[in-house]
């Protein structure tokens, strides 16, 4: 511990953040990083606690508490503190794959979890690991890894979202030839096309694959396993198979005048928007979806938030984000105690942007849609909303959310974005392996196990698990690497 008093001496500090009505000028990253010296103070405020929550990554009510990848959380934290930055990056990389991605897109368990955050605010441990990897990076240490020997198995990961590419890279790293299907034009899953460049710029993505490429590593992309290539095919040709194709069934809203023109998925859209601008070298960008339109975006989840920033962007005339749940309290409650995930109000840069821009918070909390009204063209121009509330489901004994009576309305909506979530894994390529699926439409497997009902057919990520984090996508990718290196060699040293 470098500095035993540092969270008695030094404030929490993190990037600074560019003003609202600037940064909506174009989808290029916000933050500005702290310099060395402030960033090692931040590192010198970690309390190298006995009981390290912050790198527990253990359930408690529900939600994961401390960094689920088991970070060394207070060990990279002190060497952020004395300096040793190549060591750090050393340290971190014993149990993460890819800082550079959590670092921007994590909501960050480990800090949630930090003990400063009983009694204070917790150590900025997200922007010490940025710090850490982007430092790593500008001085050449961040090199590939090719392995020393090749074993001669070969191994194919369906999906280059953060858990294929997670387990790609530790399969590769083992020695064994591993090749990565994609079915869009591009690497990178969600992480690509999920989340907007002003988040995660794509250079970022584009830098670690060409590492993997360096590695061995062979990606393939504009291949819909199941459609262009069989899984008989893969299982032929392949030693083990790997599917960690996300959980890329979204949510439906199945409302009067759903079939109305204007009305689409939010992750279709954010694909539309982020692939204009890769596409045309950041000179373009879809700006006809949005501008000078309501939009209406439908989830309060960060994949909303992300929809409500893009359209911001895009030139939108109003933007208006329903949420069926009540608003979270400012406070954590009684009932959701450290270190527990603080069930708290977020506001997030999406929504920051749009108080700046139209002066008031885009989010309307116990509130869902009931009914899309289309204009003589089929285009969507309004959307019926109303009021919902907390009522015990007299058969089921569940707390739902019900409609109020006489709380209906009717607001404009000239482009409307679902974000509500996703069931699970898409049907068609689960019924090409023919693996087992659960209740909720994930693949089946033993619990804490990745093989599937097939056997050399292994899942990881989102497919797996269900709608969930980068974090736990990554965790996921190098835990399923391990079992199938198990499967093949007899053992890991994963």
Known sequence: MGKPTGFLEYDRETAKVLPPKVRIANFNEFRIPLNKEKQKLQGARCMACGV??????????????????????????????????????????????????????????????????????????????????ETAYAEGWVVP???????????AVIGSGPSGLACAQQLNRRGHSVTVFERSDRIGGLLRYGI???????????????????????????????VDITAEELLKNFDRVVLACGASNPRDIKVPGRESKG?????????KVTKTLLDSDFQNAPYEEAKGKHVLVIGGGDTGNDCVGTSIRLGAKSVTQLEMMPMPPVERAANNPWPQWPKVLKTDYG????????????????????EF??????????????????????????????????????IPAELVLIAAGFLGSQKYVTDAFHVATNGRTNVDTKPGEYETSV?????????????????????EGREAAKAVDESLMGYSYL
């Open 52 to 133: 390290p929550f912050c790198q527990s990554g253990m359930m408690l009510g529900g939600m994961a508490s401390g960094c689920p990848l088991h970070n060394l959380v207070p060990e990279t934290n002190d060497l952020v503190y004395t300096g040793n930055w190549k060591q750090a990056y050393l340290r971190l990389s014993k149990t993460h794959s890819f800082p550079e991605f959590t670092s921007r897109v994590c909501p960050a368990l480990c800090e949630a979890a930090c003990t400063c955050n009983v009694n204070g605010e917790p150590v900025a441990t997200k922007e010490n690991e940025r710090a850490i990897i």
């Open 145 to 155: 890894q090719p392995p020393k020997v090749r074993t001669g198995k070969t191994i």
């Open 196 to 226: 907007p460049n002003m988040k995660l710029e794509k250079s970022v993505i584009d830098r670690r694959m060409k590492l993997m490429e360096d590695e061995g590593v062979k990606f393939v992309t504009n291949t819909n396993v199941g």
């Open 263 to 271: 009305i689409y998925f939010a992750v279709d859209f954010l694909k």
């Open 351 to 370: 929504q920051e942007e749009a108080i700046a821009v139209f002066g008031h918070d885009p989010r309307v909390y116990q509130t869902t849609v009931t």
């Open 373 to 410: 009204i289309p204009d003589k063209s089929g285009r969507v121009c309004q959307a019926k909303i109303v009021k919902l509330k907390s009522e015990k489901d007299a058969k089921t004994g569940r707390m739902m959310m019900v409609p109020v009576e006489g709380t209906e309305e009717v």
């Open 455 to 475: 056997p050399r057919v292994f899942t990881a990520g989102d497919m797996h698990r269900g709608q969930s984090l980068v974090v736990w996508a990554i965790r």
